[in-house]
């Protein structure tokens, strides 16, 4: 099994900063990438940022410049700098990762419990 452990998740103000944490851990054998996806009231989930275990960084347009998606590949562990957030970034947000389970051979989808960002004054 694999479990997703998130954390940081809360209420901001506009402008100020929120850091995700994501915790990944069970019978992994090998992770490729991990993600921070987010669904807003009323919308589809959307990927928000991307890192994989070589560093390579992949962001939605809404977030560049504000967010840094960041990795420690020893601990299986992501994180999600938020700044200068805004009303629009309110939405639960999920840890992703695409891995692969010892004695499996493809790469999989796993995914986090999610946790809740609210932006507002």
């Known amino acids: 099994q694999v479990h997703f452990a998130e954390s940081g998740g809360g209420w901001v103000q506009p402008g100020g900063s929120l850091r995700l944490s994501c915790v990944i851990s069970g019978s992994i054998e090998s992770i490729e990438s991990m993600s921070w996806y987010r669904r807003a009231p009323r919308k589809e989930r959307e990927l928000v940022a991307t890192?994989?275990?070589?560093?390579?960084?992949n962001y939605t347009d809404s977030v560049k410049g504000r967010f840094t998606i960041s990795a420690d590949n020893t601990k299986n562990t992501v994180h999600l700098q938020m700044n200068d957030v805004r009303p629009e970034d309110t939405a639960v947000y999920y840890c992703?990762?695409?891995?692969?389970?010892?004695?499996?051979?493809?790469?999989?989808?796993?995914w986090g419990q999610g946790i809740k960002v609210t932006v507002s004054s």
């Open positions: 890192i994989t275990t070589h560093g390579t960084t």
């Open positions: 992703q990762s695409d891995l692969r389970q010892y004695y499996l051979v493809s790469y999989l989808p796993y």
